[in-house]
């Protein structure tokens, strides 16, 4: 079923994100670490962060091992988690596995972050890889909602890319946009409607990237 609701002018405590800091964003991914082994004390490597220049979105590559900066929300026979197999670039991407969902129902998937600060005038581009597995249908939407420094609804500016030939593996999904005047700062959502079509269905999703062109 689906249950989207995405309500204009809405607004969520402040995720600490915006400003030059967020021109060098990097995410630090989870340790790799080796269980005990006939007498040996278990140990762990500490991975070096991985960067993404001009991204102003915090773990866009789900390298914490997680959801960390993301708000999130999913059907709950929907099994989303960071794996190794979901990765198109560095260690974790996400998947989405419709496992527990009745088959021929549609469900979704609803990523966003908030209160990122944008320069009035600029464009910008929202973009991720995503990869159907299995999935006969349905679609993804990347949303972009801009804000004035009161907090007011301005514009949103929506793209809706449907489940394609699965053979064709990752693809890159895009949006441009142009930054309305009075901006302060601009709320991004992923919204994925899938169907259980019996067949062990599954999505990968990785490297969001939300930038100033
Ligand atoms: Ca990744």
């Known amino acids: 079923m689906d249950r989207r609701i995405r309500t204009k002018g809405r607004r969520k405590p402040r995720l600490g994100i915006g400003g030059d800091i967020t021109r060098m964003i990097c995410s630090i991914p989870a340790p790799l670490c080796i269980p005990p082994l006939d007498g040996i004390r278990p140990w762990c490597i500490l991975r070096k962060a991985i960067c993404f220049p001009g991204n102003l979105l915090k773990n866009p590559g789900f390298e914490t091992g997680d959801l960390t900066y993301w708000d999130y929300a999913y059907d709950p026979c929907i099994d989303v988690k960071a794996t190794t197999d979901s990765a198109h670039e560095g260690r974790y991407g996400l998947s989405i596995s419709y496992v527990n969902c009745l088959e021929g129902d549609y469900e979704y998937v609803d990523l966003n972050q908030v209160t990122i600060q944008l320069t009035p005038g600029k464009r910008v581009k929202l973009s991720m890889w995503i990869h159907p597995r299995s999935m006969e249908s349905d679609y993804v939407e990347l949303f972009i909602g801009y804000y004035d420094r009161g907090g007011n609804f301005l514009k949103e500016d929506i793209m809706q890319w449907e489940f394609g030939d699965l053979e064709k593996g990752w693809q890159e999904i895009v949006l441009e946009s142009a930054v309305p005047a009075d901006t302060y700062d601009a709320d991004v959502d ?11 269905p599954s999505i990968s999703m990785d490297h969001v990237s939300f930038s100033e062109v």
């Open 190 to 200: 992923i919204y994925i409607r899938g169907i259980n079509s019996g067949a062990d």
